[in-house]
């Protein structure tokens, strides 16, 4: 029988684990974001095209899908600390070749080495905070990419307007916190209480287990609709609103990435006590709505309705977003996991980044108004399909409980 003690030991490190982990997932998704304020200075300074841009991107985009696609499921063969390990790792050299950086060239190492390590490090994060607690755990793995994301973006943005060395310093600051995770992630346990027993290859493989295939499918659509949002506003969004307010608030562009994220965060700590069917219902309406008032305030020539529609949709990023991650997890055992969420991320990011790739090819050749239109109905598209769906029923347990 347990003590007194142990109980309050193991409720110790149970936080302290979660703390850990939720700070190492949120500076990756912060560094994710950091370059993206900066391309306009880089552009200045080394005289390359928006394409290049692009490509940047592309490669950054394209090596964490493909650390996704063949490495998603290591952390359930080998453990969730050496692949964190390795993770940070990889992270570091990505600060150093930033801080290093001297034209395009080295932009475009820098990114290709950091979305391998991002893609590593969000499916064995996620993981190991689901295996130290399943609410909390889906909780944070939600919350994360706003506050990790909307931090990146504003600190970056506003390192590079009041601090020395715009293009050197924000690296620096973010390679000593991945030093310090580093160091603490060695000293930190396993979470995972089971590795999967079957032998592991690089292959490429999406793993979804049969128990959540259903749900997956499900959610797909607002999930889908949401990471699509997100590549809306990172790729569309400010030059809108350059274009509406006459080039007067280029700040809003962030501002904007801003209200997104946050209201995004705001909403999950709202919703992280409701079960996963109102998260989904709330996130495919608010979701529709906001992007909506977005495409009205574009025609209208209204910043303040374009505006508007930021945190509206906002509301259903983090709340679609927590409960279409909390309606398959909950479904599979610990072996199970790091597959699932390899396959859940692999999704987001896919439609965070194809659809702005091809919005930014679209507006050189059909206009900005014209691609943002299609970009919108797209996404409102998915979000009332989703409503249309009929919701899964979320176990009160885990798998691993017996659900």
Sequence with gaps: MATRPDI?????????????????LIAFLAAS????????LYQA???????????????????????????????????????????????????????LARDSAWLVAARLVQGAATGLATTALAAALLDLDHKAGATINSIAPMIG??????????LAGVAPAPLRLVYGLLAAVFLVQLLRSLRSP????????????????????PAARKAFWRVAPLNVAIWALGGFFLSLMPSLIRDISGGAST?????????????GAVAILAFRNRPASAGLTVGGLTIAAGT??????????????LMAGAPISGIGFGAGFLGALRSIVARVTAGQRAGLISAFYFESYLANALPAMVAGYAVRHAGLIET???????IIALSLLSLALPLPACPQRTAEQGA
């Design 8 to 24: 309050v030991a193991a409720a110790t490190g149970k936080r302290s684990g979660l703390a850990l982990h939720a700070v190492t």
């Design 251 to 263: 700040w809003l562009g962030g501002g904007a990435v801003a209200a997104l994220t946050f209201a």
């Design 149 to 158: 994301m909307g931090v990146g973006a504003l600190g970056s943005g506003l």
């Design 33 to 40: 974001s950091a370059p993206t304020p900066l391309y306009p």
């Design 190 to 209: 396993e979470t995972a209480p089971s590795l999967s027993a079957g032998k592991w290859s690089p292959r490429p493989r999406i793993e979804v287990p």
């Design 45 to 99: 300074a080394w005289g390359f095209s928006a394409l290049t841009i692009a490509v940047v991107f592309a490669v950054y985009a394209g090596a964490l899908l493909m650390s996704l696609l063949f490495l998603g499921s290591l952390s359930s063969h080998v453990g969730r600390r050496p692949v964190i390990l390795l993770a940070l790792a990889l992270e570091m050299l990505a600060m150093a070749a930033f801080l």
């Design 372 to 378: 943002a239109t299609l970009f919108g109905a797209f």
């Design 292 to 305: 909506a008032a977005i495409l009205a305030g574009a025609y209208l020539r209204q910043p303040v309705l």
